[in-house]
């Protein structure tokens, strides 16, 4: 063993030598076991994952508007509206960590993208740098220092491939569509009051649920007077036995039905991935 | 608890705190490691009748991690990029222990995945290149590349890191 392998022992040995205390694996195992099958129960419901899929996706959620609340049929029905034509999206995210009672590694990002659901195409970028085309059954993502493909940027993946999200991180790292989709199961919705943006007039509605335990959303709706869902607010809140998750997005959608065009990225700057 | 397998149960306590000391090495933080490590769990638990008395259940549940682990960089492009920017956060009030084990992880989280997964598993879990390999579904030759390239990147982060400390 050379010197730069004991340096890399020994360094890695120290990297987990801070473990909180308060970890059980097993204490919250019966709740993971509970996660793991209501996932599996409900998975023919849930959104896959991927912008291209969306179109698809929101005609798979069982809609229950004939017994559902007039806030939430109106509600769902916007989200699914919003879903079925192209639009430009400007998104704000901001989290943080409470460890200990002190906030923790806080982060913002913003990001603009493009989807047309019905085509199957999208394009984003994002402040943190990501960036990402959806177009011909395959997701790129840009890669800014490939290692084994060296001036190849893009990973193309198949969309299809990308699957459902697993289990608590599903909420953390979704798609827009993936958020409307868990918005239309907020067990409470209620008229907030009116709102309004450039061009646009409409209600705010809020909302609050999630699938309970250490999960809990909350936000806003605001539908313009076409039916369609404008600006989404969405705040959730996971709570572990380590530590508590805040994260806050703001999506305002604009230019719907305007003409999107993507392109993949050019066949010799992509490479298979991950 | 009572509806776990005790030998299963048994099995949690003996090696779960090493399951999720990789997990934060792979993962970067605590909370995401005991999210990867139980949901390992809970589908090693799905697959644990049909392990046999003399299986590995670290080997079993390593490939699932790393699976998992996988599944979670697919669902998190949107957030997770690999950069050669360390992230700025807080660990000044951390004691000087926790300030390393910090500094390590934010260096790891700094280098490409497989390269992360490589190093994890070559220096931490002590696997041989053959069985890296065979879990990562590469060649050994690509392991041994990553682990060579993993190192040097881990040194240049780590230095850079401190030197920018000292200066400050």
């Known amino acids: 063993m050379n010197d730069a392998e004991t340096e890399a022992r020994r360094l890695l040995a120290a990297a987990t030598e801070d473990m909180p205390p308060g970890i059980g694996l097993l204490d919250g195992f019966a709740a993971a076991r509970r996660r793991d099958r209501a996932r599996r129960t409900r998975r023919g419901a849930v959104l896959s994952a991927g912008i291209a899929v969306a179109a698809a996706a929101v005609t798979a959620v069982t809609l229950t508007i004939g017994s559902a609340p007039p806030a939430l049929a109106t509600v769902t029905s916007a989200l699914t509206r919003t879903l079925t034509q192209s639009y430009q999206l400007a998104e704000q995210d901001s989290s943080y960590y409470i460890w200990n009672g002190r906030m923790r590694y806080p982060a913002h990002d913003t990001c603009t993208s493009e989807a047309d659901p019905a085509r199957h195409l999208a394009a984003a970028s994002c402040s943190g740098g990501v960036r990402a085309r959806v177009v011909g059954g395959y997701t790129y993502l840009y890669v800014p220092h490939p290692v084994d493909h060296p001036g190849r940027h893009w990973a193309r993946i198949p969309t299809a491939s990308l699957g459902q999200l697993p289990s608590i991180n599903s909420f953390t790292t979704a798609t827009p569509q993936q958020m409307l989709a868990e918005i239309k199961k907020a067990d409470k919705v209620t008229v907030a009051g009116p709102a309004s943006g450039p061009g646009w007039t409409g209600t705010r509605y809020a909302f609050s649920g999630g699938p309970g335990g250490e999960i809990k959303l909350s936000g806003t709706v605001s539908v313009d007077q076409q039916g369609r869902a404008r600006v989404l607010v969405l705040a959730i809140r996971l709570t572990s036995a380590i530590n508590v998750f805040v994260t806050t997005q703001v999506l305002t959608f604009s230019d719907f039905g305007a003409p999107v065009t993507v392109t993949p990225p050019p066949a010799d700057q992509t490479f298979s991935g991950p | ?168």
């Open chain 2, 1 to 168: 608890m009572a509806d776990i397998d005790e030998r299963f149960a048994a099995y949690v306590h003996e090696r779960g705190g090493h399951h999720l000391r990789a997990a934060v090495l792979l993962t970067g933080d605590w909370h995401a490691a005991e999210d990867l490590v139980q949901e390992s769990l809970v589908k090693l638990y799905r697959a644990w009748p049909r392990l046999r008395a003399d299986g590995d259940p670290d080997a079993y549940l390593r490939r699932i991690m790393v699976n998992t682990r996988r599944s979670w960089w697919r669902a998190r492009w949107r957030r997770e990029t690999p950069s050669d920017e360390l992230p700025e956060t807080v660990i000044a009030d951390f004691g000087d222990g926790q300030a390393l084990a910090a500094q390590v992880r934010q260096a790891l989280q700094a280098l490409p995945r497989q390269q992360r997964a490589v190093l994890v598993l070559r220096y931490y879990a002590d696997l041989p290149e053959a069985e890296v390999a065979d879990l990562l579904g590469c060649s050994p030759g690509t392991v041994k590349t990553h682990a060579h390239r993993g190192l040097r990147a881990l040194r240049e982060h780590l230095g850079e890191d401190r030197h920018e400390r000292r200066g400050n």
